[in-house]
């Protein structure tokens, strides 16, 4: 019985080891090239609450926003969306698609890197509306909006820690 239970334990462990390294991982804290730490945006207000989530990740990443750096982010085509997907039964707006667009050009003029080919970030989530509880889907709306920036900031730190020309 012994055996049994030593046999059947070695293969629990054997197998925990071996989804070990399946290759998920939880997200880390992102590398960034020292030549991009500093990193500066052009054609959007550095009032935007886009602006404002991305400098958050870039310092989780060992970066800094700022107002003049050599490395640039260059937005064009910004777009926030939200349209109707689904109604009720009663002709409500019962579901909507919120959405966030935008094209980037990663400039770095510090060590010859100049990326000149155009990015796009294309994300959007599903938003459901119930009247019934009306009171707090503002503040819903607001999280997922903040979510799609964090999503679309960590897509871009990304490209700058792989973008080593």
């Keep these: ?5 030593l046999t059947t334990g070695l293969l629990m462990l054997l197998l925990l080891q071996s989804c070990s390294g399946n290759g998920f991982h939880l997200r880390k804290e992102l590398n960034l090239p ?4 500093r990193i500066q945006f052009e054609n959007i ?3 935007h609450e886009f602006v ?3 400098g958050e990740e870039l310092e989780e990443s060992g970066g800094i926003l700022v107002e003049k750096s ?3 982010i260059i937005v064009s ?3 926030e969306g939200k349209r109707v997907i689904a109604y009720t039964s009663e ?3 019962r579901e909507f698609l919120l959405s966030l667009k935008f094209d980037y050009l990663i400039s770095s003029s510090n060590s010859k890197i100049i990326t000149k080919q155009k990015y796009r970030i294309n994300l959007d989530r599903v938003f459901i509306y119930d009247n019934d509880f009306a009171l707090g889907k503002a503040e819903e709306e607001s999280k997922i909006r903040r979510s799609l920036y964090q999503e679309a900031a960590r897509l871009i730190l ?3 820690q792989y973008n080593r020309e």
Excluded: H, P
């Excluded at 020292?34 to 730490?37: A, S, T």
């Design 158 to 160: 990304l490209k700058l």
């Design 45 to 47: 207000a550095y009032e």
């Design 52 to 54: 404002e989530v991305f």
């Design 91 to 93: 002709r409500k707006a």
């Design 77 to 79: 085509n910004f777009r």
């Design 1 to 5: 019985m012994k055996a049994l239970y």
């Design 34 to 37: 020292i030549n991009f730490q």
């Design 70 to 72: 050599l490395t640039k």
